[in-house]
Each structure stands twice: as structure tokens, then as C-alpha cells.
């Protein structure tokens, strides 16, 4: 779990006549994850596709644009052999499909037209006016448009090349009809109505009427949206009676595509060719056998290095690689080779060298079970390095820990639970199953603290049953500490979010002093034991009784006997090793001062730059205190809802009860005047108010537990990314992709 798959790198070497039935067999392992050679060694060359790349790859084009125009999705299709006239079958639904797409474009074209001129023709209607006489006239100037039929007038009334106007209205629209005076320029109307707000209409071509002109086009447009539905339900037709048989040659297509293409990865010369790449170790034996089924000793398989796990990217071999330069020279000792050609296949035949040098081994994250979905958690950062350790399993550790300290409600985490089980059984994608997944842990702890709390959907009905009732335990339920009786629950759940995170970066140090041992532990003292040290060093200060008049008083009661959470811990002794003389006072040196000391000490000595991050240690630690705060925030939203539904009051304890059993008359009646209604709810005030009261308790709750995911969730995954990640995880790692297709809608032809 902690380490992904232990990965090979093997080779492949033959003779190019076998090179098809290699790359065939190895793309149907689906196992070897190819590097890619780069011309480095003198003689190889990378190879070029196999014959009929072309071909496939436009076919490949040409069915995935049929795909599109059918708006064809990848649904599960059984797997078949295509028919040997495929090629003919995908050329007549080509045609077909092509045909009816081109027809489709002009009926749209068309139909645009028509509908730009029934918006023309629209406003003439309103006006009522044929069109024949709005057009046409020598000696008059007529304007269609709409405006403010006052403010026209006026303009061409103060032209002094109008003589005489007249002005036709039919809705929101207006007909200005204008005589221009002998000497006026042409176009005097349109300069008249310059600086007014009018938008003008253009008069259509035709002799009809308007309302008979937008009757003809509406039939127009009729005939049009016909003729698409026509054609939309013949192209359903293609989708129905070929879209399977396009997804399996789109698959078939991909794989030819890709096994044509492989050679380019290749090491090659005219006679033989070498390929590289990653396999997980587990899987190098299965990798041999079915090369040696297909081929025979045509070929040698060499496992060329074992990756072992470093943090600084360095990988252990299993044997000494030579430089490509240096496999392929001349040996002194050895009889010189006559034929450059004969050279060139020694050197790819004699094994242990590699042509493709440098690149690292790809990453497959190794854990199962339910860590599994905390994988996608973790890539949302970046994949791990194949050198580094992988953080999921403390991913999985701890997230749902911190979501369900902060939500802490059995309805809320139910909700979650159910949410995610929806997302797991309903959804194909990988990343939406595995969020599901998150949801359903993150829930089931939700409801484990839920438990401690004693509340479901902000009730205390929970903890009034189970604990008081049934269990009979005075510990339990914990107070989250909203109520003015319980107010030192809330700096409570403060210190043990600090105390969390004195837990959660002391782990990250530690990760990151094991990842350093691989240099020694001198240098994993001094590039993490100092932090280690600090850390510690300082909270163990804080919470101890040196200067305690100077600390707050709520980290020596929150664990005493008659506190919150009575363990019986008043803060560490004072352990004062030596009093040292500053001349106006005395500095006492502790213990957990000298600690911290040695580590600051050691830090300036290894990194001295990051001497000045050294207070890094408090800060990061405080902000854990996040998660108290949410948890009183989120309650507080919960308490809310409830309070304006049900009602509640105070007693003279300080201790907050909703009213669900009994009207605001019984407080005065129990308590007197000793106790405070804070608000009589909805649900006592009528039966509008009980109605509009059950609709804001609905939604109230399932806000609530919306922003559950968007507050908790997001503070929980910024302490992982922000605040642990950062002590020992980098990320980067390369994603492993095998040379291979798994076939979902065809079988081996």
C-alpha cells in the first residue's frame, strides 16, 4: 500500500519479420507500458507504421465522424466478430449518412431564412398597412420603423426639408410618410430622424399583404420543421440499425491504428528492431510465455532493470546498463565485424543494453479494499512518483475522521452513506464511483461521531435515548457546545483539533524521515528530525505548567477532572533542566525548550534558509483549529432550522431544549421565570405557519447538509493537501498506460 507495484523494464528484440506479430501480440497482453526511443544510438532509427497506417487512421476519422453526426454514445455493446463486408457496410452508411447530414444543413439554412423574414414582416402586420404602399413613391419618402411616435413628429416636423409628413401607428409600430421640399437632398426623412431613438425596418418584396405574406412564410416553416423531423427520424433509424456495428469498427479501427503506429517507438535497423518498455514485475512471466506461444525463440525477452523505490528518483538495476554507445562498439579482443548490418543485429541480440535510457518508471498505485477510492483524492494533487511513498492509506485514515469529527450528525452521515452508495451503483466512471466511495466512509464516520454527539438532523433525541436512557452513561453524549451551559466544550473541541494536528504533521514528518533513511540517517535527521524535533519540542511547552499564567487557562481545564473531557491531564510537568542569567532576569530552560532548541539548532546547520519557516511548527498546528470551528458552525446552522421550526427555550442551566413535545406555555409553567423562551416555532403558531415551518425545516436540513460537503469537506481535504502532503509528498509520477486496447465491443478476428 505504501509503495506502488514494483516495476520492470524489459526488451524485446527480434527480426523485423516477426516485428507484426509481436506488436499484435503484445498489444492483445495489454502489459507493456512503451518508452520511446529517441535516435541516441548510433545505427537504429525509429521505425516507420506498418503498411495500411493510413488507410485505417482516415477510416478511423471517417467513422468517428459518423459517430458524432448520430450523436452515438459508448453504451455496452455485445461483443462480436465483425462480418468480412464491413468495409462496404461502413461506406453505404457513410453515404447515407453523409447525405442526409447535407441535407439537414440546407433544410436549416433554409428554415433561418424563413424565420428572419417572418421577424421582417411581423412589425408590418401590426401596422396593417399592405406593403405595396409603403414602397415605390418618387415624390414622397416613407420610413417603417419603431420609436416614440411624439418625439418622430416632432423631429420632421423642425425639418426645413419636410414640407408636409404624416404618421401611421399599429402597435409599437410606425409609418412615416413624408413630402421632402424640391430642394431637399435626397434622403431628407432619414437625415430628420438623426438623434432620436428609432430602429428602422426594411420594407419586404412583395405585393401581398403582410398578414397573408407571414401566412405564406409560417407555412413555409411548417413544411421546413417537417422535413427535419423527417430527416431526424430516418438518421434515429441509422443510429438504431448501425450504431453498434460503428462502435465495434471504431474499436477494431483503434486497434489497427495503434499497432500500425507502434514502430515508432521502436528501435529499428533494416533487419531487426528492439522494444522497450514497463511491465509490474508480477507480470513479467505471463509477458514471456505469450510472446513464446506467438513467436517462438524468434524473439528474446530480457527483463533489463527491476525498479527498486527511492525518494530522489534513483532506481536500483538488477544489473549494470551500458551506454548505447559503448554496447555497440567494436570489442579489441574480438575479431572485427566485416558487415556493419551483422553489427547492428549483434547489438540488439546479445542483450542487456537498453536504447531507451532515462525514463522512469510509470506508477500503479497499489492499494485495495477500502483505501481504493481515496486514490482519486489523491490524484486530484498528482499521481505519486514511482520513488515516493504513497499517502493514500493515510488519506484513507484520516479524512473521513476529520469530515465526521466536524459534521458529527447519524442523519446527516446516513444521508452521505446513501448519496455515496447511489454514486457507486448507478455511475460506470471510475472517479465518480471512487467520490462515492469517499462519501461512504466520510458518512459512516459522520454517524460514528453523530453517536458521540448524540444528535441526528440537530436533535439531541439520540443521545437523550441511547445514552441517558439505555446506557445510563454521564460521559456521553459530548457536548458540541453551543449552549451557554457547555461554552468550554467549544474551546474544548479547539484543543483537540490542535492535538489532531500535532498527531497529523507529526506523521507527515515521520514519512518524510523514513523516505531520507535511503541517504543515510544523518541526513534524514537533518532534513526531518529537525522538524520532528521542533515540533514537538514547542507543543509540549505549551501544554505544559512553565509559564502557565501566560497561557490561556482553557488548555489546563479542557482535559482536568472537572472539565469537558475529564481525563484528568492539568499539562505536562515543567521539567526545568537549568535557570541561565540574562542580567535582568532568569530564563528557565526546559526540557521541551531544549528540544526545540536542538532542532533549530540542527535546522540552521542543514537548510539555514529555512531557518525563518521555523515557526512553521505553530502555525501549521493552528490551523486544525479549522475543524472546531466548523463543527460549531455547522451545528449552529442545524440548531437554527430546528429552532425556527420546533421552538426552543433555555433553562436556568444555560441548557438549550427544543420544543417537539410540549407549547411555549410549559416552560413558564415548568421552570417559571427562571427560564427564556427563544423563539415559540413555527409549528406552534397555526397551521400556515406549520406548513411554511415543514418547508424551511426540508430545505433548511438539506442545505445544511449541502454545505456540509462544500465547508467540512473542503477544510478536511486542505489540511491533507496543505498542511500533510506538503512535510513528504511531491507527486508527478507518470500515469501507467500499457500498449493495448480492452476490447468492449469486438472479439479477436
Do not use: C
Not at 176 to 193: F, M, Q, S
Not at 329 to 354: H, I, L, N
Amino acid at each position: 500500500m505504501l509503495r506502488p507495484k514494483q516495476m520492470s523494464k524489459v526488451s524485446v528484440t527480434g527480426s523485423k519479420g516477426v516485428m507484426p506479430t509481436v506488436i499484435e501480440t503484445i498489444h492483445e497482453l495489454n502489459l507493456i507500458h512503451l518508452s520511446d526511443y529517441d535516435g541516441s544510438w548510433a545505427g537504429f532509427d525509429n521505425g516507420n507504421p506498418i503498411e495500411g497506417a493510413d488507410e485505417a487512421s482516415e477510416k478511423l476519422v471517417t467513422v468517428r465522424s459518423l459517430e458524432s453526426s448520430l450523436e452515438l454514445s459508448d453504451e455496452d455493446v455485445d461483443p462480436r466478430v465483425l462480418e468480412d463486408d464491413w468495409e462496404q457496410r461502413l461506406e453505404e452508411v457513410r453515404e447515407r449518412v453523409t447525405e442526409l447530414d447535407d441535407r439537414r444543413g440546407a433544410v436549416n439554412d433554409d428554415l433561418r431564412a424563413v424565420n428572419e423574414k417572418i421577424d421582417r414582416v411581423e412589425p408590418f402586420a401590426e401596422l396593417g398597412i399592405d406593403l405595396d404602399l409603403l414602397s415605390g413613391y418618387e415624390t414622397v419618402d416613407v420610413v417603417v420603423g419603431e420609436g416614440n411616435v411624439g418625439a418622430i413628429e416632432d423631429a420632421v416636423a423642425a425639418s426645413d426639408d419636410i414640407r408636409a409628413f404624416e404618421t401611421f401607428t399599429g402597435g409599437d409600430v410606425v409609418a412615416i410618410v413624408a413630402a421632402p421640399t424640391e430642394d431637399a437632398d435626397e434622403g431628407a426623412l432619414e437625415d430628420a430622424l438623426v438623434g432620436i431613438e428609432f430602429s428602422r425596418h426594411e420594407v419586404p418584396e412583395t405585393e401581398q399583404s403582410p398578414s397573408a405574406y407571414v401566412n405564406e412564410l409560417e407555412e413555409r416553416q411548417q413544411e421546413l420543421e417537417y422535413e427535419l423531423e423527417e430527416i431526424d427520424a430516418e438518421l434515429e433509424q441509422l443510429k438504431a440499425n448501425h450504431g453498434e456495428f460503428l462502435l465495434r469498427v471504431e474499436e477494431r479501427l483503434t486497434i489497427e491504428v495503434q499497432q500500425a503506429e507502434a514502430p515508432l517507438q521502436f528501435a529499428t535497423t533494416d533487419r531487426a528492431f528492439v522494444a522497450e518498455g514497463w511491465l509490474p514485475t508480477e507480470e513479467y512471466d505471463r509477458l514471456v510465455a505469450g510472446l513464446n506461444d506467438a513467436v517462438g525463440d524468434s524473439v528474446e525477452v530480457e527483463e533489463l532493470e527491476r525498479a527498486d523505490y527511492d525518494r530522489h528518483g534513483a532506481h536500483t538495476h538488477t544489473e549494470e546498463i551500458q551506454k548505447g554507445a559503448e554496447a555497440g562498439a567494436e570489442d579489441e579482443s574480438s575479431p572485427a565485424a566485416t558487415d556493419e548490418d551483422e553489427q547492428q543485429q549483434k547489438a540488439v541480440t546479445d542483450g542487456g543494453s537498453a536504447v531507451t535510457m532515462g525514463d522512469e518508471p510509470p506508477t500503479i498505485q497499489d492499494n485495495t479494499g477500502p483505501a481504493k477510492p481515496f486514490e482519486v483524492l489523491v490524484q486530484a494533487v498528482n499521481r505519486p512518483k514511482y520513488s515516493e511513498l504513497d499517502p493514500t492509506i493515510f488519506l484513507f485514515l484520516t479524512f473521513p475522521a476529520f469530515f465526521g469529527f466536524m459534521i458529527g450528525d447519524v442523519g446527516y452521515g446516513i444521508m452521505y452513506m446513501a448519496i455515496g452508495a447511489y454514486m457507486v451503483t448507478q455511475f460506470d466512471s471510475d472517479g465518480i464511483t471512487s467520490l462515492g466511495g469517499v462519501a461512504i466512509w466520510a458518512g459512516a464516520f459522520t454517524v460514528l461521531f453523530g453517536i458521540i454527539y448524540g444528535e441526528i438532523f440537530g436533535l439531541h433525541v439520540l443521545g437523550e435515548v441511547l445514552w441517558h436512557d439505555m446506557l445510563h452513561s454521564e460521559l456521553f453524549p459530548l457536548n458540541k457546545g453551543l449552549e451557554p451551559a457547555a461554552g468550554d466544550f467549544a474551546l474544548g473541541w479547539m484543543v483537540v483539533s490542535v492535538l489532531a494536528g500535532i498527531v497529523h504533521l507529526n506523521i507527515g514528518y515521520i514519512l518524510d524521515f523514513y523516505e531520507n533513511l535511503s541517504h543515510g540517517v544523518k541526513d534524514a535527521v537533518l532534513h526531518s528530525g529537525t522538524w520532528i524535533l521542533m515540533l514537538n519540542g514547542v507543543w509540549i511547552w505549551i501544554f505544559s505548567q512553565q509559564a502557565r499564567a501566560s497561557k490561556p487557562d482553557f488548555l489546563f481545564t479542557t482535559f482536568a477532572s472537572d472539565g469537558p473531557f475529564p481525563i484528568g491531564f492539568t499539562g505536562f510537568p515543567e521539567w526545568v533542566l537549568m535557570t541561565i542569567p540574562l542580567g535582568i532576569t532568569d530564563f528557565p530552560l526546559s526540557a521541551p525548550l531544549l528540544v526545540f532548541l536542538i532542532g533549530f539548532v540542527l535546522l540552521i546547520v542543514s537548510e539555514p534558509v529555512e531557518a525563518i519557516e521555523a515557526l512553521d511548527v505553530v502555525v501549521n498546528v493552528f490551523s486544525y483549529t479549522r475543524m472546531g470551528a466548523v463543527l460549531l458552525a455547522k451545528a449552529g446552522m442545524a440548531f437554527v432550522v430546528n429552532l425556527l421550526f420546533f421552538g426552543g427555550y433555555e433553562d436556568p442551566d444555560g441548557a438549550f431544549h427544543f420544543l417537539r413535545n410540549h407549547e411555549p406555555s410549559y416552560v413558564s409553567e415548568h421552570y417559571g421565570e427562571g427560564a427564556e423562551v427563544i423563539f415559540g416555532g413555527l409549528m406552534h403558531s397555526g397551521t400556515a405557519a406549520l406548513i411554511g415551518g415543514l418547508v424551511i425545516l426540508i430545505v433548511g436540513h438539506i442545505v445544511v447538509l449541502a454545505l456540509g460537503v462544500t465547508s467540512a469537506g473542503l477544510q478536511a481535504v486542505r489540511l491533507e493537501y496543505v498542511e500533510f502532503f506538503n512535510k513528504f509528498y511531491e507527486g508527478g509520477g507518470k500515469n501507467y498506460e500499457p500498449f493495448g486496447h480492452d476490447r468492449t465491443h469486438t472479439e479477436d478476428y
